[in-house]
């Protein structure tokens, strides 16, 4: 999937992935897409819930082959 932006969030622990993802999606214009990659196995539910509450859409989610999550956010 094509995306604008990318923040590499491995390693780090919640709440930190949706910080990091919350201040580059400022940075961005409407309609840009967000790459978020994330170890924290929390980030999954934490990722849902930050889409809900900000507006932001999440197009996709999964996780990478090397065991990483992969979040896609559209800046809304």
């Known amino acids: 999937m094509d995306f604008d ?3 590499d969030a491995r390693g780090l622990n919640c709440p930190l992935p ?3 993802a919350k201040k580059a999606l400022n940075d961005m214009t409407s309609g840009e897409v967000l790459r978020v990659l994330a170890t924290d196995p929390g980030s999954v539910k934490d990722f849902q819930a930050f889409a809900r509450q900000t507006g932001n859409e999440l197009v996709k989610q999964g996780e990478t082959t090397d065991k990483a999550y992969e979040f896609f956010l559209k800046r809304k």
Request: hydrophobic share 50%; glycine share 0%; proline share 0%.
């Open 5 to 7: 932006k990318e923040v």
């Open 18 to 20: 949706i910080l990091r």
